[in-house]
């Protein structure tokens, strides 16, 4: 992710000896694109922000750098004449993260406002924005070439036209099933955790507006924690369900939730709003912790399960579906699904990094020794034990075992190909404007100049 220092080089917020730098210079608009007008300053902040990242621009900077500016303004405006939505609050949470961030790297929040020349709230925005118009160019594009697909047909004819030099070298593969289960966590630290959030309770009760201080403060969500708690609006169907049925059950803004336990923890939450099918609102997570002493019982207690497996007595399958305690496996008899591909195969490096590290040097069918890992999802910890299912060697690609990659790569294809002539399309349906020196380039795409 690019740092918050670096961001604010794009939008003219630079430190003191490159704003003098700026200072110099005499803007000017280059080009409009639509109603949209792209500003000489903006096009040499992002040349300066190339360079400091050392980010070799390929061709002619003060071509490429507005050609890419005007690109993106076409997928906003049609972004915006289609309304396309991004989650709002998670824009505002990787915003407030890179904010932090900058001001930690300078030193102080005042040293921030007298470097970047803005208010700590005129940056949160301008960072904001950035990162919406990131996220709504890419929903734009997904929407664009949703529908598009590679049949089994058309697949195949691509293979058997491609010579075997072509085709990608496929790294090692493996298919692992897990089994995970909760450390047992006495029931003392469970009524610990609960009688902190009843304490918390009392005092948002008291006054409401404590809730935001308290969530800042103790909350262990950390993308809603800097926010004060806040989610932003959300639909049901992406809210934990625990959480959502209480959620959207609330009414008052001043009264506190009771305590919801949830797939990440225990909770209480305080409404914001409601509009339409979403509810805001802010939540307090509280997390309870085994100690080591309980997290080696579970070690030892599943180290035993594993055994068993390795005596025959019992099946990894029928061992998932009477113990395991991870919800995205459990009903798959506990294979893992890559969420990049769709299938079960994965490269070591797209492993939780505890799954890898265990899988690595076993053979086909082995079980492994019990681990603790933390659950990509919840963020909790999780005792797991994997079963390797099956390994494919580094190979080059082919029809039969790597179907679904040639299938990605063709697709791939076919939806730049329709984002080109989508972009030439625009092109030609939109008012463009370049002042005449900034127009002897060799443009990506032809259409920019019209007469």
Known sequence: MRKISLLLLAFGLLAPGLQAQKKNTIDEVIWIVGDEAILKSDVEALILDAQMRRQPIQGDAYCVIPEQMAIQKLFLHQAALDSVTVNEGYIASLAEADLNKYIA????????EEYSHKTVAQLREIIREKYKSQALIEQMQSQLVSGIQATPAEVRRYFSNISKDSL??????VELQV??????????EVNRVKEKLREFTERATANPADFSLLARLYSEDPGSAVKGGEIGYTARATLDPEFAAVAFNLQDPKKVSRIVESQFGFHIIQLIGKRGDKV????????????????QNGITRLDSLADLIRQNKITFEQAVMHYSQDKNTAMNAGLMVNQNTGNSKFEYQDLPSEVAKAAYDMNVGEVSKAF???????????ITIVKLKSKTPTHKANIMDDYQVLKNIMEGNKKQEFLHNWISKKQKETYISIKPEWRNCNFQYKGWIKD
């Open 168 to 173: 990608p070298t496929i790294p090692e593969q």
């Open 105 to 112: 790297d300078v030193g102080s929040v005042e040293k921030a």
């Open 179 to 188: 089994l995970s289960v909760n450390p047992p966590i006495p029931l003392a």
């Open 280 to 295: 805001n609102c802010r939540h307090i997570l509280l997390k309870p912790r085994a100690s080591i002493e309980d997290k």
């Open 372 to 382: 603790t890992m933390i659950d990509p999802l919840t963020g909790k910890e999780m």
